[in-house]
C-alpha cells in the first residue's frame, strides 16, 4: 500500500513558475487529508512560498506535507511554521567553477539568446540554476524556446564534460539545475524514506521530467513507481484516480 505521493512542482503542479490553480489546490488539500504528501522541485524555498504554500489553507493537514527544494538539497516540514532540516550548500568555490562552467557550456553549444527576463544563472545555495530565458521569462516564450529539450540535452552533454564532479539535470521548461553528486531527487526520496519512516515501495512520484537526463529521473531510478505526465491538467487526473484507490486506513492500494 502507498503511504506517501511525491510530486514536481514546475509542469507537474503548476506550469513553470505559476501558481497551482483553484483546481489543483482543492486536490492537493483534499489529497493531504487522507494521505502524506511530499513536493521536490529545482526551485527554491521562495518559489515554494509564492506557488503553493501561501494559497492552500493554513491547518493541520500542512504536518502531513514536507518540502523539498532545489532537487532535495533542502528539506522543509511543517510544525506551527515552516522549519528546516537540512541544506546541501556549495562553498564559494564550487559555485565559481559551476558558473563559468555553465557560461562555456552555453557558448560551446551555440545557444546564444537575444532577448533575456531576469538573471539567468541563479545561485539557490544548494543549487545552481541555468534559465535560458531569465528567471521572469513569460510561459509562452518558454514554452516554445526548447519545447523538445534539445538545446538542454546538449548544453547538458557539454556541462558533463566540463564539471563531471557534479549533478547536472534538466528541469523546469527552460531549465537546467546542478547539484553536488549524488544530491538529486533520488537523494530527496532517500530523506523522505528516512526521515518519515516510509519504504521506497510505499510512495509514488509524479513528475513531468522522468525521460533519462530529466530531473525526476533519479526518483524512478531509486526504484519509487513513477507516473509521467504532460502538465498539471494530467497530474489532476492522476490525483483523482489516487484519492479514488484510498482504501478505509486512507492508504493507496494501487493505481
Known amino acids: ?7 514536481d512542482l514546475d509542469g507537474t503542479l503548476a506550469a513553470s513558475k505559476s501558481s497551482l490553480d483553484a483546481e489543483m489546490l482543492s486536490l492537493l488539500h483534499e489529497l493531504l487529508g487522507v494521505v502524506k504528501v511530499a513536493v521536490i522541485s529545482g526551485g527554491a524555498w521562495l518559489q515554494f512560498e509564492r506557488q503553493m504554500l501561501s494559497k492552500l489553507p493554513q491547518d493541520d493537514r500542512l504536518a502531513k506535507l ?11 516540514q511543517y510544525a506551527g511554521e515552516w ?24 557558448e560551446t553549444a551555440g545557444f546564444r539568446v537575444d532577448k533575456t527576463w531576469g ?3 541563479e545561485d539557490r545555495g544548494s543549487q545552481v540554476t541555468y534559465s ?14 526548447d ?9 547538458k552533454a557539454v556541462l558533463d564534460t566540463l564539471i563531471p564532479e557534479f ?13 553536488k553528486p549524488g544530491i538529486d531527487k533520488a537523494y530527496g526520496i532517500g530523506k523522505l524514506r528516512d526521515i518519515l519512516g516510509i519504504s521506497v515501495q510505499e510512495m509514488i512520484y509524479v513528475g513531468d521530467a522522468l525521460f533519462v537526463g530529466g530531473n525526476d529521473y533519479p526518483a ?5 513507481i513513477s507516473i509521467p505526465v504532460r502538465g498539471p491538467s494530467e497530474t489532476k487526473r492522476v490525483i483523482e484516480a489516487i484519492i479514488a484507490c484510498l482504501d478505509d486506513n486512507h492508504h493507496v492500494r494501487s493505481l
Do not use: H
Open 1 to 7: 500500500m502507498k503511504k506517501l505521493i511525491v510530486f
Open 66 to 76: 514536507s518540502i523539498l527544494p532545489t532537487c532535495g538539497t533542502e528539506f522543509f
Open 83 to 106: 522549519k528546516k532540516l537540512y541544506s546541501e550548500d556549495f562553498t564559494a568555490a564550487e559555485k565559481e567553477r559551476i558558473v563559468s562552467s555553465v557560461k562555456n557550456a552555453i
Open 119 to 121: 538573471e539567468t544563472i
Open 132 to 145: 535560458a530565458l531569465g528567471q521572469q521569462a513569460p510561459l509562452e516564450e518558454k514554452e516554445r524556446w
Open 147 to 155: 519545447s523538445d529539450f534539445a538545446k538542454r540535452k546538449k548544453i
Open 167 to 179: 549533478s547536472v539535470r534538466i528541469g523546469g521548461a527552460t531549465s537546467i539545475d546542478i547539484t
Open 220 to 224: 524512478e531510478q531509486a526504484g519509487v
